[in-house]
């Protein structure tokens, strides 16, 4: 079975600009989680999606948003970048919702740099 | 919310010996304890997780234990090998609709 993958791995953008990251989660999962991954604040959750809906968020301003197609691949945006969204963006998904105690399996992630 | 403490940052260890993380969390309501590894340049990948109906569980060189009352469970690495090196996160799991709240990571490092 292919694992989680996002795409693209690195991405470097200007402040101000705005960024779509991609995430395929394992095949028959519906739940696709993401995360922003920094040395001063560790692993934050960002939000949920399951079943094309968003279920949970995180306490991250209105710039970050998502969504989850028909298929189960998400996106997450981020508009009006700042310096402070540089971080590693991860993603992991589940065949259920993260509150019913499994494995989360996670992507190897985005790495984003803004300038 | 859940308030996730994980001890200490930073282990260093020889090849050979044992190392244990402990990880403390507020919501008693809390169910599930996984533990993941995380190597660089790479996702975390689950290695044990346990549930509260149980108290120890093991898994070759790895075991976690879970004290309910005290609300804490602890990684136990034994025999570690260079390969061992990774940052360690808890994630305790309330089950719900909880915020997934990972613990701050442990930076093991295992010199050979």
């Known amino acids: 079975k292919a694992g989680v993958t996002q795409t693209p791995r690195y991405l470097i953008k200007t402040r101000g600009q705005q960024v779509t990251l991609s995430c395929s989660p394992i095949?028959?999962?519906?739940?696709v989680s993401w995360y922003q991954q920094t040395p001063g604040q560790g692993l934050q959750f960002l939000f949920e999606?399951?079943?094309?809906?968003?279920?949970n968020k995180g306490n991250f301003p209105g710039r970050f948003s998502g969504r989850q197609f028909s298929n189960s691949r998400s996106e997450m945006n981020v508009s009006t970048l700042e310096l402070g969204d540089s971080a590693l963006y991860l993603c992991?998904?589940?065949?259920?919702?993260?509150?019913?105690?499994?494995?989360?399996?996670f992507g190897q992630g985005t790495r984003l740099t803004v300038v | 919310g859940e308030n996730v403490e994980q001890h200490p940052s930073t282990l260093s260890v020889q090849e050979g010996d044992s190392a244990v993380i402990k990880c403390t969390y507020s919501?008693?309501?809390?169910?599930?304890f996984p533990w993941y590894k995380q190597e660089l340049g790479k996702g975390p990948q689950l290695i044990i997780d346990?549930?509260?109906?149980?108290g120890e569980k093991k898994d070759q060189r790895i075991a976690v234990t879970l004290n309910k009352t005290a609300k804490h469970f602890s990684l136990h690495i034994t025999e570690t090998q260079p390969e061992d090196s990774a940052v360690y996160f808890c994630?305790?799991?309330?089950?719900?609709?909880?915020?997934?709240?990972f613990g701050r990571g442990t930076s093991l490092i295992v010199h050979p």
């Open positions: 919501d008693s309501a809390s169910n599930y």
């Open positions: 999606y399951f079943s094309e809906t968003q279920r």
């Open positions: 992991a998904s589940g065949p259920q919702r993260t509150g019913a105690n499994t494995e989360a399996f």
């Open positions: 994630a305790p799991n309330a089950g719900g609709s909880y915020i997934p709240t």
């Open positions: 346990i549930r509260s109906n149980v």
């Open positions: 095949s028959g999962h519906r739940s």
